[in-house]
């Protein structure tokens, strides 16, 4: 049983899987939390390098949470509720827990985000930053039609 509970919920939201088989959500997070601390408890970081960051939403609003990737890997490491400098200190801290030494991250990616550029540059200063596509080419993009807009207006008058 535990195991269809771990299968669906990679497929599915939880709730849906407690509907599906006749659980309680309660009893299928107690699950998932077992299995998903037992697996993290194995994790080795040591052959982290290069790593991404960015933010999602996770309710309505303004409730963030940050994950941090392997790019290496494509694989998701960490996650955290927030998205300031604090969630990078907070990644270092589980980093070096798993074996990790923050003086191996020699590339982070992320997106202009003041305050993930400050948390990469303090926590590991060895570590060169770049910018996702997305957000540079958003930049661009907001750049040539801020221009275009202005160059409308001269011709206009």
């Known amino acids: 049983?535990?195991?269809?509970?771990l299968e669906l919920a990679k497929k599915m939201p939880v709730l849906q899987v407690g509907k599906l088989l006749?659980?309680?959500d309660k009893k299928l997070w107690r699950v998932i939390?077992?299995?998903v601390g037992e697996a993290r408890s194995k994790e080795d970081f040591s052959d982290v390098f290069v790593i991404?960051?960015?933010?999602t939403s996770c309710k309505k609003?303004?409730?963030y949470i940050t994950i941090v990737v392997d790019n290496s890997d494509s694989k998701v490491i960490f996650a955290c509720e927030g998205k300031d400098s604090s969630t990078i200190s907070k990644f270092r801290e589980d980093l070096e827990n798993h074996n990790g030494n923050s003086?191996?991250?020699r590339l982070a990616c992320c997106d202009?985000?003041?305050s993930y550029i400050s948390g990469i540059s303090k926590e590991y200063p060895h570590a060169k930053i770049t910018f996702d596509r997305f957000h540079v080419m958003k930049a661009m993009n907001d750049g040539v039609n801020e221009v275009r807009k202005q160059e409308q207006k001269?011709?206009?008058?």
């Open 1 to 5: 049983m535990e195991a269809m509970i």
């Open 61 to 63: 609003g303004h409730d």
């Open 103 to 105: 003086s191996n991250i």
């Open 154 to 157: 001269k011709t206009r008058n």
């Open 112 to 114: 202009m985000s003041p």
């Open 52 to 55: 991404g960051i960015d933010e």
């Open 33 to 35: 939390h077992h299995y």
């Open 22 to 24: 006749g659980e309680n």
